[in-house]
Nanobody
Framework: QVQLVESGGGLVQAGGSLRLSCAAS????????MGWFRQAPGKDREFVAV????????YYADSVKGRFTISRGDAKNTMSLQIHSLKPEDTAVYYC??????????????????WGKGTLVTVSS
């Protein structure tokens, strides 16, 4: 059974930093692209960032470029999202995801293979 467990969310002041982590189990981690989505209150889920199976390709939503950095550690089946310069509009539940196809992250969130339960990030102004 595939499990993706997020951690690291919390309440942060605008301009602050946060590091989200995702621990994966039940899948051959090195064969999957790993990514983050987020969902703000009253809004649809939106893509945030993705890293391919090797870590050699990364892609970010325009709204987070230059502030968010995605990385993966295959030795420990973990993925991280380092966030700097947080803004109130970054407030959302952040979801860790895994998918067999890196290109799926350019499509609907519904095609993504696996999802974690999410971790809440709240940014105060």
């Amino acid at each position: 059974q595939v499990q993706l467990v997020e951690s690291g969310g919390g309440l942060v002041q605008a301009g602050g930093s946060l590091r989200l982590s995702c621990a994966a189990s039940g899948l051959t981690f090195s064969r999957y692209a790993m990514g983050w989505f987020r969902q703000a209150p009253g809004k649809d889920r939106e893509f945030v960032a993705v890293v391919n199976w090797s870590g050699g390709s990364k892609y970010y939503a325009d709204s987070v470029k230059g502030r968010f950095t995605i990385s993966r550690g295959d030795a420990k089946n973990t993925m991280s999202l380092q966030i700097h310069s947080l803004k109130p509009e970054d407030t959302a539940v952040y979801y860790c995801t895994a998918d067999h196809d890196y290109n799926d992250y350019g499509r609907s969130p519904q095609v993504i293979d696996y999802w974690g339960k999410g971790t809440l990030v709240t940014v105060s102004s």
